[in-house]
């Protein structure tokens, strides 16, 4: 079965306590691991201001993760994410070999200072 490489950002209800966000990733990264994929990544953003009020709420707690999986697993994944209450909103990526090329420059810390940019930091602007 082919994998592919995605990234998946996921924005959390802000109210839940702390070892409730810990039980969600754990939650998202063991569904990934048991339709077949690999976790690379997950980075916790915490509580960030959203864009636009979303489900009443203008704030969320933001994770970004980065796994292989086959493409079946998305379909699984997503259902799950679409379902739960604590989830207000989620977007998954499949990288191409352009992006791929891109994530692997990023982290052999190779990627030209023109496209480094710190995702709190944007997001604290606002």
């Known amino acids: ?3 592919y490489f995605y990234e998946m ?11 409730q966000y810990s ?14 994929g690999e976790i690379v990544e997950v980075e916790e953003w915490g509580v960030k201001k ?6 009443g709420k203008g704030n ?10 086959p493409a079946e697993a998305i379909v699984v994944v997503e259902r799950n994410l679409r379902i739960h209450d ?13 992006m791929l090329r891109h994530y692997d420059l990023k982290k052999k810390g190779e990627l030209p ?7 709190a ?4 602007e606002d």
């Open 50 to 55: 959203l864009a636009y009020d979303v489900k």
């Open 86 to 98: 604590n989830v207000m909103r989620y977007l998954t990526l499949k990288y191409d070999a352009k």
């Open 23 to 36: 039980e969600m990733v754990d939650f998202v990264n063991k569904l990934i691991e048991k339709n077949g």
């Open 121 to 124: 930091e944007t997001a604290d």
């Open 1 to 3: 079965m082919k994998k």
């Open 60 to 69: 969320g707690y933001y994770v970004n993760l980065y796994f292989n999986a």
């Open 113 to 119: 200072a023109i496209f480094e940019v710190d995702i």
């Open 9 to 19: 950002t996921y924005i959390l209800n802000p109210v839940l306590e702390e070892e």
